[in-house]
């Protein structure tokens, strides 16, 4: 286990369809994280599971995004009637930490870049 | 939102020289993070100083925090040809259950030329 996986690294969706990626983390890791980036910006904030559990999501995460955690290990994204505002890069990331602060920061995922057309 | 800027935007210098970036914040914070993305891939965690440090190194990275001016710098000496990529500065907030929220900024895209 060499880091943080995501898949696919790209896809190319037409506006309306429905897309699905996988970020697999460090499987020690107990908590994980989805961000979104657009060209030129710093990463946003979607989402965070502890275990299974989805304790945070972000007014960004609107209904037609949906994110599981099944049994606490991978995760997936959903995104349902993809428009063109959703082409961004998705990031997940995984951490390790009991309450408190933050130890050593996040392992990031190489992204999947997703493009509506 | 974003929590901040980076200052500059873009850095673009010789090899073997020094970069300096500099970061804005807003609100008040338990530590702050810098991260580095190469071109189209994931970020990577370059160093960690928490809101009662002042300065801190690690190899060629030196950061400092000046929480009275909500700012903090990354210092990069004798820089490579592979350091060039984009640079984040990132503030974090607890969340229910433990977990931390990053805020980034807008980056610092940085350049270093043979």
């Known amino acids: 286990d060499t880091g943080v996986s995501q898949n696919p690294r790209h896809k190319i969706t037409k506006r309306g369809q429905n897309v699905t990626f996988r970020c697999d983390p460090i499987s020690e890791h107990n908590r994980l994280y989805w961000y979104r980036q657009t060209l030129g910006q710093g990463p946003e904030f979607l989402t965070y599971f502890q275990n299974e559990a989805q304790l945070e999501k972000s007014r960004l995460l609107s209904d037609r995004f949906s994110a599981e955690r099944p049994k606490g290990s991978f995760s997936t994204l959903e995104i349902q009637r993809t428009e063109q505002g959703d082409s961004a890069m998705y990031l997940c990331?995984?951490?390790?930490?009991?309450?408190?602060?933050?130890?050593?920061?996040?392992?990031f995922g190489s992204g999947t870049r997703l493009t509506v057309v | 939102s974003q929590q901040g800027e980076e200052d500059p935007q873009a850095l673009s210098i010789q090899e073997g020289e020094n970069a300096t970036m500099n970061c804005s914040y807003k609100?008040?914070?338990?530590?702050l993070q810098w991260y580095r993305q190469n071109s189209g891939r994931g970020l990577v965690h370059l160093i960690l100083?928490?809101?009662?440090?002042r300065e801190k190194h690690s190899g060629r990275l030196r950061v400092t925090l000046d929480t009275s001016k909500k700012s903090s710098s990354l210092l990069i000496t004798a820089s490579r040809a592979a350091d060039t990529a984009s640079y984040f500065c990132a503030t974090d907030k607890e969340l229910t259950g433990g977990g931390n929220k990053l805020t980034f900024g807008t980056g610092t895209q940085l350049k270093v030329e043979l």
């Open positions: 990331a995984s951490s390790l930490g009991s309450a408190g602060t933050l130890a050593g920061g996040y392992t």
């Open positions: 100083i928490r809101s009662n440090e």
């Open positions: 609100t008040s914070i338990n530590n």
